[in-house]
């Protein structure tokens, strides 16, 4: 047994993998262009299905993800929370005449290695108003982040929040060899 997972499980058509779960996709992708559900067009999307998965295979490819539902909705949840305190935070800034915002650069250190880990923090990061990710230090796993509107210790507040953000991250999306790092 090979170990690995997808094709190899799927049905063969003429020895070659044709897996239902993308035929089903495809048969459904199509049901939504055509705009009408027949016989007709649910035929045709499983031919074209099957004949688009048996012409061009693709390749099994482990993203290193894993989706826990429990830490994924804390996720959310603290997710958008963030994204509400920060855009009071922006707009308190904005409105306020005269004053300009504390503007700060400051250099984060992630605790996980996964390089999927740290594109899920970026793009969270990045998301949130007021905050921004300039750099990426990929081997000493630091990011370098244009924070706006906060102040007294800078750093380590934005430290701290980041790694809040990033321990739910791997709770709510990262493998167990990412969790363990965290501990």
């Known amino acids: 047994m ?3 997972s997808g094709p190899s499980r799927a049905p063969r058509l003429l020895g070659r993998p044709v897996p239902l779960s993308q035929v089903a996709w495809l048969t459904l992708v199509w049901l939504l262009l055509w705009g009408d559900l027949s016989v007709g067009n649910v035929l045709g999307g499983l031919l074209g299905g099957l004949v688009v998965v048996w012409l061009l295979p693709l390749p099994v490819v482990n993203t290193g993800l894993r989706v ?3 830490a994924a909705l804390v996720f959310l ?3 958008a929370g ?9 707009a308190f800034w904005a409105l306020r005449l005269g004053a300009l915002p504390p503007v700060h650069i400051v250099e984060v250190r992630l605790r996980s290695s996964s390089e999927v880990m740290a594109v899920l923090i970026t793009v ?5 108003p007021g905050s921004l990710v300039l750099e990426v230090h990929g081997r000493e796993r630091e990011l370098v982040l244009h924070v706006l509107g906060i102040t007294g210790d800078v ?12 321990s739910r ?5 990262g493998t167990r060899a990412d969790q363990e790092e965290l501990r």
């Open 2 to 4: 090979s170990g690995r």
């Open 68 to 70: 826990h539902p429990f």
């Open 77 to 79: 949840v603290r997710f």
């Open 82 to 90: 963030d994204l509400v305190v920060s855009s009071f935070r922006v």
């Open 124 to 128: 969270a990061l990045s998301a949130l």
């Open 155 to 166: 750093q380590e507040i934005v430290q701290d929040d980041v790694t809040r953000l990033e």
């Open 169 to 173: 991250i791997v709770a709510a999306f």
